[in-house]
């Protein structure tokens, strides 16, 4: 499975970002995908979910700000990210699994995905 993000850059406070994850290599039809960020000294955290249903979450920092959209079982995963404040500055990176390993905990939890990508920077300047 390989994962590759995209779109990260600097803007600055108030400006919108879409961050893109291209995923190949794993079984279409049963996968759940994350955004997780990290910033420097802190711990990696989850930001937005998405399962092969569309179900989404988010995390309360990303609610009304953050969408994650994917259109199709073989479509990118998306981030879009409004609203950006300086707080939100970090490494973001896409995470993805597969059935049954996507039932064992909330699709939150940086700890629930095997496969990850080399990360996408998101620098917000107040």
């Known amino acids: 499975v390989k994962l590759v993000e995209s779109g990260g850059g600097s803007v600055q406070a108030g400006g919108s970002l879409i961050l893109s994850c291209a995923a190949s290599g794993y079984p279409y039809s049963s996968y759940c995908m994350g955004w997780f960020r990290q910033a420097p000294g802190k711990e990696r955290e989850g930001v937005a979910s998405?399962?092969?249903?569309?179900?989404?979450d988010y995390a309360d920092s990303a609610k009304g700000r953050f969408t994650i959209s994917k259109a199709n079982a073989k479509s990118p995963l998306y981030l879009r990210m409004n609203s950006l404040k300086p707080e939100d500055t970090a490494m973001y990176y896409c995470?993805?699994?597969?059935?049954?390993?996507?039932?064992?905990?909330?699709?939150?939890?940086?700890?629930?995905?095997?496969?990850w990508g080399q990360g996408t920077q998101v620098t917000v300047s107040s």
């Open positions: 998405i399962d092969m249903d569309g179900n989404t």
């Open positions: 995470a993805a699994d597969v059935l049954p390993q996507c039932l064992l905990s909330t699709l939150m939890s940086n700890r629930l995905y095997n496969w």
